[in-house]
T-cell receptor, first 113, second 114 residues
Framework: NAGVTQTPKFQVLKTGQSMTLQCAQDMNHNSMYWYRQDPGMGLRLIYYSASEGTTDKGEVPNGYNVSRLNKREFSLRLESAAPSQTSVYFC????????????FGSGTRLTVV | AQSVTQLGSHVSVSEGALVLLRCNYSSSVPPYLFWYVQYPNQGLQLLLKYTTGATLVKGINGFEAEFKKSETSFHLTKPSAHMSDAAEYFCAVAPMDSSYKLIFGSGTRLLVRP
């Protein structure tokens, strides 16, 4: 089982460039999430999708957009990258019942110069 | 609003010593509680969780945590540290209002000295 797969693993962007981070899960989970991880700040929720066809803002949504393409895939788009978006991005998925916790992908390390 | 506080951004122990990582939460209603571990350059892996029932929960790799409602705490312990335990540990809470979202603490990096 692949679990949660994120691509790419590493990316360097110039300020103002755009890119899409891809995430796919093969566990038939209903809910999917995008977090960013910054030193000393833990993980902060960017956007989430409680179920196919729905998306909602999290704690730090500014500068990002998302698409829940189908039940398996949840992408994160940076329209105009800024140095403040340099971070490690994690995708996660879960059953609708949160008591099972999340399954995380291995992350995308993004640097904006 | 729910929040999670992890005391100590870094904890250093000797190999074989007790590991204690602290986590306190704020919530008017006991939430679901989780501990995750992150090894270098990897994603987060679930260590253990408390949902309902027994307040002492056991997880992988010999870790356990005890939910103490009166102290709003969920501290993580391991009797004897191993070099392979060196990693970053995150406490997380899930509000019981079915919002699906986990709220993470800022993390504690565990260093294990030989």
């Amino acid at each position: 089982n692949a679990g949660v797969t994120q691509t790419p693993k590493f990316q360097v962007l110039k300020t103002g460039q755009s890119m899409t981070l891809q995430c796919a899960q093969d566990m038939n989970h209903n809910s999917m999430y995008w977090y960013r991880q910054d030193p000393g700040m833990g993980l902060r929720l960017i956007y989430y999708s409680a179920s196919e066809g729905t998306t909602d803002k999290g704690e730090v949504p500014n500068g990002y957009n998302v698409s829940r393409l189908n039940k398996r895939e949840f992408s994160l788009r940076l329209e105009s990258a800024a140095p403040s978006q340099t971070s490690v991005y994690f995708c996660a998925s879960s059953w609708e019942a949160i008591n099972y916790g999340y399954t995380f992908g291995s992350g995308t390390r993004l640097t904006v110069v | 609003a729910q929040s999670v506080t992890q005391l100590g951004s870094h904890v250093s122990v000797s190999e074989g010593a007790l590991v204690l990582l602290r986590c306190n939460y704020s919530s008017s209603v006991p939430p679901y509680l989780f501990w995750y571990v992150q090894y270098p350059n990897q994603g987060l892996q679930l260590l253990l969780k408390y949902t309902t029932g027994a307040t002492l929960v056991k997880g992988i790799n010999g870790f356990e945590a005890e939910f103490k409602k009166s102290e709003t705490s969920f501290h993580l312990t391991k009797p004897s540290a191993h070099m392979s335990d060196a990693a970053e540990y995150f406490c997380a809470v899930a509000p019981m209002d079915s919002s699906y979202k986990l709220i993470f603490g800022s993390g504690t990096r565990l260093l294990v000295r030989p």
